[in-house]
């Protein structure tokens, strides 16, 4: 079905609400930033389309990128969940992997997603392969249910070991307890996470449980207040993957929506690169409340469904890899107990925000920080209200920070900076390093409505030549939303030494991944310019308990081709050679991916706006390494395509400001980028 109208890609983040509108047929765009609205995501959403003056009959589609099944995960806001699991098995999801939170200390917490007194068992037990061994009682399957409903469940996971292998008595238990059950919200761990590792199926299907009617409700609301101004066509909502999926299915594997207001700016970010021409990105994108960094190589994103979104809670679904550290705009910088500078991952949030908001914000931060060193100019502050000078901020970070470290007020802010720097390009590194890339191989894409303030430092510290700036760095995850294709992955866990591997049946499972994503593609309704298809295998030599993922060109790879990829891959990630140790195909992975048709990034800064020379709106006197300069200001959207300026200087624009060091150089690139020349380097 085509789309007809503008296209409106709208990201909730933890503190502002981001929107873009595109017109497809002019490539004309609209922005809006807004507060976020924690208590109800839907009232800051309907905010955003009023800042941008968006009038329904315009709008063709809805993308939304959300974190309302992050945020409930990781505060437990969840709804009232219970298991039915296999008797003697109802601590699996508390015993988890026998890890700390604190690896070196007897001390953190944990709290599981379901408590100890809603998981309950049930006499049943199958075999690795499949074979049954105790009989699955239905009496007990029954009983379990009306306890659980007794107890006030909204949801219920069932989880049977080794339900991969075998799923009938997952099956029939789901319809013994939907008999009963008031709602649809049974989950079958096996029809979510088809692969071995008891505990992390058991959690991803809890977490999609516990996280399904929070999901649905929110939706209906938001696509209730939509319907009531008069929209009347599908709201898509991001998935983790960086794929898409219509809110009418979403519910269904909620826990796949978990991480997609990062995915979204991955996907941007992806998009921007390949027109660009730049194919190999380290993504940076520092908002508000935290940093999220990614790896792009060859243009795509790397994807993992091996994600761990905090301690001892892995949801193995396929999720764009992307790395969270606690250092945004908003993050509180203090003096511990022991007399050192720490910064995040405590958060002022959207309200009151940083002192510099004006709205009631009592904490030094990240932003106060910038502004106190001129790189944020304080009529240009999105959210203030007023009565904040420079020298009550001066005077808070002389106070907290200063006198303990014995430092004055710029002195601490650059500090602030510094640390909050070393944080980052920690993270850059663990996300790069970490899959045997190099920083120096690789351009920054710098985003978010603070990142392009810290890139070029962190490009200086990790010996990466260019930052890549895109035109609007502080809704990029919005855009993301509206450039993000539609896309189902599958996994199944088939577990065989590949020399006794039964080829076709492993291509008949991949057929099989084919067919089922082509089919849920079909019931989209968007418009999409063609289907295409990524393979892979997770392989291990005999022995291993992890994997490492290996690349296919399709999905009917020869014996062969399996050996020698996964050789190479092996190779590439740990530089050794095991040829006395049998390779074992682990799992079989697929992604059907819905194409949408090519949008052109033209528009998002308008062309009418651009002067032919490059001319400074004014100068500030900003710090660089204790020294302070007299600083030329532009205003982004006046710079020509061609612009050429070099640092020191600042660039300004409605959702983000630009901090050019003292011998760094912009250009001006396609689609309205601007590449850093880090050092003068090409």
């Given at each position: 079905?085509?789309?007809?109208?503008?296209?409106?890609?709208?990201?909730?983040?933890?503190?502002?609400?981001?929107?873009?509108?595109?017109?497809?047929?002019?490539?004309?765009?609209?922005?809006?930033?807004?507060?976020?609205?924690?208590?109800?995501?839907?009232?800051?959403?309907?905010?955003?389309?009023?800042?941008?003056?968006?009038?329904?009959?315009?709008?063709?589609?809805?993308?939304?990128?959300?974190?309302?099944?992050?945020?409930?995960?990781?505060?437990?806001?969840?709804?009232?969940?219970?298991?039915?699991?296999?008797?003697?098995?109802?601590?699996?999801?508390?015993?988890?992997?026998?890890?700390?939170?604190?690896?070196?200390?007897?001390?953190?917490?944990?709290?599981?997603?379901?408590?100890?007194?809603?998981?309950?068992?049930?006499?049943?037990?199958?075999?690795?392969?499949?074979?049954?061994?105790?009989?699955?009682?239905?009496?007990?399957?029954?009983?379990?249910?009306?306890?659980?409903?007794q107890a006030g469940c909204e949801a219920v996971v069932i989880h049977f070991l080794h339900a991969y292998a075998n799923p009938v008595h997952e099956r029939r238990?789901?319809?013994?307890?939907?008999?009963?059950?008031?709602?649809?919200?049974?989950t079958m761990g096996h029809a979510l996470l088809s692969e071995t590792r008891e505990f992390e199926r058991g959690v991803t299907a809890a977490v999609n449980a516990?996280?399904?009617?929070?999901?649905?409700?929110?939706?209906?609301?938001?696509?209730?207040?939509?319907?009531?101004?008069?929209?009347?066509?599908?709201?898509?909502?991001?998935?983790?993957?960086?794929?898409?999926?219509?809110?009418?299915?979403?519910?269904?594997?909620?826990?796949?929506?978990?991480?997609?207001?990062?995915?979204?700016?991955?996907?941007?970010?992806?998009?921007?690169?390949?027109?660009?021409?730049?194919?190999?990105?380290?993504?940076?994108?520092?908002?508000?409340?935290?940093?999220?960094?990614?790896?792009?190589?060859?243009?795509?994103?790397?994807?993992?469904?091996?994600?761990?979104?905090?301690?001892?809670?892995?949801?193995?679904?396929?999720?764009?890899?992307?790395?969270?550290?606690?250092?945004?705009?908003?993050?509180?910088?203090?003096?511990?107990?022991?007399?050192?500078?720490?910064?995040?991952?405590?958060?002022?949030?959207?309200?009151?925000?940083?002192?510099?908001?004006?709205?009631?914000?009592?904490?030094?931060?990240?932003?106060?920080?910038?502004?106190?060193?001129?790189?944020?100019?304080?009529?240009?502050?999105?959210?203030?209200?007023?009565?904040?000078?420079?020298?009550?901020?001066?005077?808070?970070?002389?106070?907290?920070?200063?006198?303990?470290?014995?430092?004055?007020?710029?002195?601490?802010?650059?500090?602030?900076?510094?640390?909050?720097?070393?944080?980052?390009?920690?993270?850059?590194?663990?996300?790069?390093?970490?899959?045997?890339?190099?920083?120096?191989?690789?351009?920054?894409?710098?985003?978010?409505?603070?990142?392009?303030?810290?890139?070029?430092?962190?490009?200086?510290?990790?010996?990466?030549?260019?930052?890549?700036?895109?035109?609007?760095?502080?809704?990029?995850?919005?855009?993301?939303?509206?450039?993000?294709?539609?896309?189902?992955?599958?996994?199944?866990?088939?577990?065989?030494?590949?020399?006794?591997?039964?080829?076709?049946?492993?291509?008949?499972?991949?057929?099989?991944?084919?067919?089922?994503?082509?089919?849920?593609?079909?019931?989209?309704?968007?418009?999409?310019?063609?289907?295409?298809?990524?393979?892979?295998?997770?392989?291990?030599?005999?022995?291993?308990?992890?994997?490492?993922?290996?690349?296919?060109?399709?999905?009917?790879?020869?014996?062969?081709?399996?050996?020698?990829?996964?050789?190479?891959?092996?190779?590439?990630?740990?530089?050794?050679?095991?040829?006395?140790?049998?390779?074992?195909?682990?799992?079989?992975?697929?992604?059907?991916?819905?194409?949408?048709?090519?949008?052109?990034?033209g528009g998002l800064i308008d062309p009418l706006e651009r002067h032919t020379v490059a001319k400074p709106a004014s100068h500030r006197p900003v710090v660089f390494?204790?020294?302070?300069?007299?600083?030329?200001?532009?205003?982004?959207?006046?710079?020509?395509?061609?612009?050429?300026?070099?640092?020191?200087?600042?660039?300004?624009?409605?959702?983000?400001?630009?901090?050019?060091?003292?011998?760094?150089?912009?250009?001006?690139?396609?689609?309205?980028?601007?590449?850093?020349?880090?050092?003068?380097?090409?």
């Amino acid at each position: 079905m085509a789309t007809k109208g503008g296209m409106i890609g709208v990201d909730v983040g933890g503190t502002f609400t981001d929107l873009v509108m595109l017109d497809p047929e002019t490539g004309a765009m609209r922005l809006a930033k807004t507060p976020t609205t924690l208590d109800n995501q839907a009232f800051g959403v309907i905010a955003a389309f009023d800042a941008a003056d968006v009038a329904m009959e315009e709008v063709g589609l809805v993308v939304h990128g959300t974190t309302t099944t992050t945020n409930a995960v990781l505060e437990r806001k969840l709804a009232r969940t219970g298991l039915i699991t296999t008797m003697g098995f109802r601590d699996v999801l508390e015993l988890g992997r026998r890890t700390r939170p604190q690896a070196y200390g007897m001390k953190g917490v944990f709290t599981p997603i379901i408590p100890r007194d809603l998981r309950l068992e049930v006499p049943e037990r199958m075999d690795a392969a499949g074979e049954v061994v105790t009989k699955l009682d239905e009496a007990a399957v029954e009983a379990a249910a009306r306890q659980l409903l007794q107890a006030g469940c909204e949801a219920v996971v069932i989880h049977f070991l080794h339900a991969y292998a075998n799923p009938v008595h997952e099956r029939r238990a789901a319809e013994i307890v939907a008999s009963l059950w008031p709602n649809d919200y049974i989950t079958m761990g096996h029809a979510l996470l088809s692969e071995t590792r008891e505990f992390e199926r058991g959690v991803t299907a809890a977490v999609n449980a516990s996280v399904q009617p929070l999901l649905e409700r929110y939706v209906a609301r938001l696509r209730a207040e939509l319907a009531g101004r008069g929209y009347g066509g599908d709201v898509l909502v991001m998935n983790g993957n960086g794929g898409m999926v219509s809110s009418r299915l979403v519910a269904r594997e909620a826990a796949k929506t978990v991480m997609s207001g990062p995915a979204s700016g991955v996907m941007a970010a992806a998009y921007t690169g390949r027109r660009a021409g730049e194919l190999n990105l380290l993504t940076y994108d520092m908002g508000g409340t935290s940093t999220d960094v990614a790896l792009i190589r060859g243009g795509r994103p790397s994807v993992s469904n091996e994600i761990e979104v905090e301690y001892a809670m892995p949801i193995h679904v396929p999720m764009v890899d992307v790395r969270t550290v606690g250092a945004g705009g908003g993050s509180i910088a203090r003096v511990n107990a022991a007399g050192l500078l720490e910064v995040g991952p405590e958060s002022a949030g959207a309200d009151p925000g940083p002192i510099c908001y004006g709205k009631g914000g009592t904490h030094p931060t990240i932003s106060d920080a910038n502004l106190l060193l001129g790189r944020l100019n304080t009529d240009k502050l999105n959210a203030v209200k007023g009565g904040v000078t420079r020298d009550d901020i001066a005077e808070v970070f002389r106070r907290d920070l200063g006198t303990p470290l014995g430092l004055d007020a710029i002195e601490a802010a650059e500090a602030v900076i510094r640390v909050a720097n070393a944080k980052m390009a920690g993270a850059i590194r663990m996300v790069s390093l970490s899959l045997g890339a190099d920083p120096r191989d690789f351009a920054l894409f710098a985003f978010g409505g603070a990142g392009p303030l810290h890139a070029a430092a962190l490009a200086r510290e990790l010996g990466v030549p260019r930052v890549l700036v895109p035109a609007r760095p502080g809704i990029t995850n919005a855009l993301g939303c509206v450039v993000a294709d539609l896309r189902h992955d599958f996994v199944q866990t088939v577990t065989v030494p590949l020399d006794l591997a039964d080829i076709d049946a492993l291509h008949a499972v991949f057929a099989a991944h084919v067919a089922e994503g082509e089919r849920l593609l079909a019931l989209e309704e968007v418009q999409m310019r063609r289907v295409t298809h990524t393979f892979s295998a997770d392989m291990q030599f005999a022995g291993q308990s992890h994997v490492v993922r290996v690349p296919l060109d399709d999905g009917t790879p020869s014996r062969e081709v399996l050996r020698a990829r996964f050789e190479t891959v092996y190779w590439d990630r740990f530089k050794v050679n095991l040829p006395e140790i049998r390779p074992v195909v682990v799992s079989l992975n697929c992604s059907v991916i819905g194409e949408r048709e090519e949008i052109d990034l033209g528009g998002l800064i308008d062309p009418l706006e651009r002067h032919t020379v490059a001319k400074p709106a004014s100068h500030r006197p900003v710090v660089f390494d204790g020294r302070t300069l007299e600083t030329p200001v532009y205003w982004r959207d006046h710079l020509p395509e061609d612009a050429m300026i070099e640092g020191p200087a600042l660039i300004e624009q409605m959702d983000t400001t630009i901090l050019i060091p003292p011998g760094d150089r912009a250009e001006g690139g396609t689609d309205g980028n601007l590449i850093l020349h880090i050092g003068g380097a090409e």
